[in-house]
């Protein structure tokens, strides 16, 4: 049987490559050699190296929609980008291209489709970003998350899958996650996770009204790099984290509940993980309101709680939690009754057949 190749490409955040990672796996039980296309010193490589899968460094412009001076100069960029991933793709001659978006992707697709190479590509948000848009012409299918989003795909394209899982995120063990926080009692464990970057609003909040929870829950607090509060260290029930990694499936399993951001990969791992959860969305004010669109259509379809940022006080997170904790089965429920908890299975599906054609 012939051993079919596939280049993923993808950058410009961690959002970008984890979802490709998920992917490696399953793609590696299928027998497929695997090559990486991002860009010279994106996040990617590192993230990509680490996982020793061969990478190729391009030429990249970062696409915006504000006005900077470098729209002026990136656009050639882009160009060269397309000239490096063209080598690449003479190269290599993968049978496919599967792109999980960001700029470093633009030029990959285009690329592809000028060697006649199929495209498949994933967008994780409820509307699409600006370059999946842009890449979106040069590609035979868009695997989506939500239903919602397939109206903002041209044609026929867009295929609703979900959004790939990482395994190793479902299979934490809740009696060393209950070690690593060192809980020692039955009550339930609270878990704020606020991305890699942590935020100092949610750190805030949760910190301003830790005396009321920790009457009724423990506390796990993953608050990202430099947030940590060392007159917290001792304090029982309570248990601080800048970062975690390795033992973060663990963390997962332990958690009874979860208060997090709303960035699609987050969401779709707790929904896989059937935690009942509170989302605080990022503000328009310091996004483009993706998140917010993603946190409503899970509290529209029952597996979350939701409260905006600029009504999340403590008096209303507590109220939030007594809703989690008294409706916890029915959030459970409604969770897996999901087709589109993890997207795994039917990325690959849309891949192969993608090769096929």
Same mark, same amino acid.
């Given at each position: 049987?012939?051993?079919?190749?596939?280049?993923?490409?993808? /950058?410009?955040?961690?959002?970008?490559?984890?979802?490709?990672?998920?992917?490696?796996? $399953? %793609?590696?039980?299928?027998?497929?050699?695997?090559?990486?296309?991002?860009?010279?010193?994106?996040?990617?490589?590192?993230?990509?190296?680490?996982?020793?899968?061969?990478?190729?460094?391009?030429?990249?412009?970062?696409? #915006?929609?504000?006005?900077? $001076?470098?729209?002026?100069?990136?656009? *050639?960029?882009?160009?060269?980008?397309?000239?490096?991933?063209?080598?690449?793709?003479?190269?290599?001659?993968?049978?496919?291209?599967?792109?999980?978006?960001? !700029?470093?992707?633009?030029?990959?697709?285009?690329?592809?489709? %000028?060697?006649?190479?199929?495209?498949?590509?994933?967008?994780?948000?409820?509307?699409?970003?600006?370059?999946?848009?842009?890449?979106?012409? *040069?590609?035979?299918?868009?695997?989506?998350?939500?239903?919602?989003?397939?109206?903002?795909?041209?044609?026929? #394209? /867009?295929?609703?899958?979900?959004?790939?899982? #990482?395994?190793?995120?479902?299979?934490?063990?809740?009696?060393? /996650?209950?070690?690593?926080? /060192?809980? &020692?009692?039955?009550?339930?464990?609270?878990?704020?996770?606020?991305?890699?970057?942590?935020?100092? *609003?949610?750190?805030?909040?949760?910190?301003?009204?830790?005396?009321?929870?920790?009457?009724?829950?423990?506390?796990?607090?993953?608050?990202?790099?430099?947030? %940590?509060?060392?007159?917290?260290?001792?304090?029982?029930?309570?248990?601080?984290?800048?970062?975690?990694?390795?033992?973060?499936? @663990?963390?997962?399993?332990?958690?009874? !509940?979860?208060?997090?951001?709303?960035?699609?990969?987050?969401?779709?791992?707790?929904?896989?993980?059937?935690?009942? @959860?509170?989302?605080?969305? $990022? +503000?328009?004010?310091? +996004?483009?309101?993706?998140?917010?669109?993603?946190?409503? &259509?899970?509290?529209?379809?029952?597996? +979350?709680?939701?409260?905006?940022?600029?009504?999340?006080?403590?008096?209303?997170?507590?109220?939030?939690?007594?809703?989690?904790?008294?409706?916890?089965?029915? !959030?459970?429920?409604?969770?897996?009754?999901?087709?589109? &908890?993890?997207?795994?299975?039917?990325?690959?599906?849309?891949?192969?057949?993608?090769?096929?054609?």
């Amino acid at each position: 049987m012939k051993k079919h190749k596939i280049i993923m490409t993808g /950058g410009g955040s961690a959002g970008h490559v984890t979802p490709n990672l998920a992917l490696v796996p $399953l %793609l590696e039980k299928q027998g497929f050699e695997i090559k990486y296309i991002g860009s010279k010193d994106g996040i990617e490589k590192d993230i990509i190296t680490k996982a020793k899968i061969p990478y190729y460094g391009i030429s990249s412009g970062k696409l #915006r929609r504000y006005f900077d $001076l470098k729209n002026f100069s990136d656009p *050639f960029k882009v160009i060269k980008g397309i000239g490096d991933a063209l080598k690449v793709i003479r190269k290599e001659k993968p049978d496919v291209i599967f792109s999980k978006g960001g !700029f470093v992707s633009v030029p990959v697709v285009i690329a592809a489709h %000028l060697k006649k190479v199929p495209v498949v590509s994933h967008e994780s948000d409820m509307t699409p970003g600006l370059a999946n848009k842009l890449a979106t012409p *040069f590609c035979n299918k868009i695997c989506v998350t939500f239903p919602e989003t397939v109206k903002y795909i041209s044609g026929d #394209r /867009g295929v609703v899958t979900g959004t790939p899982i #990482r395994e190793e995120v479902l299979k934490g063990d809740k009696t060393k /996650g209950k070690k690593i926080a /060192g809980f &020692s009692d039955d009550k339930p464990i609270l878990l704020l996770i606020g991305g890699s970057l942590g935020s100092k *609003f949610l750190n805030d909040t949760l910190r301003s009204t830790l005396p009321k929870i920790l009457k009724e829950m423990n506390v796990i607090h993953i608050c990202g790099k430099g947030n %940590l509060d060392s007159s917290l260290n001792n304090k029982k029930g309570y248990k601080q984290f800048e970062y975690i990694s390795e033992e973060l499936p @663990n963390i997962f399993a332990v958690a009874d !509940f979860i208060i997090s951001r709303s960035g699609a990969n987050s969401i779709f791992e707790i929904l896989a993980l059937r935690k009942p @959860n509170l989302l605080v969305p $990022l +503000s328009r004010n310091a +996004s483009r309101g993706d998140q917010i669109l993603n946190s409503m &259509s899970f509290e529209k379809l029952g597996f +979350s709680k939701v409260i905006e940022e600029e009504q999340l006080t403590s008096d209303s997170l507590m109220a939030a939690l007594e809703d989690l904790k008294k409706n916890r089965n029915t !959030f459970i429920k409604n969770m897996e009754k999901s087709e589109y &908890s993890n997207g795994n299975e039917k990325i690959l599906k849309v891949i192969m057949n993608a090769i096929k054609r």
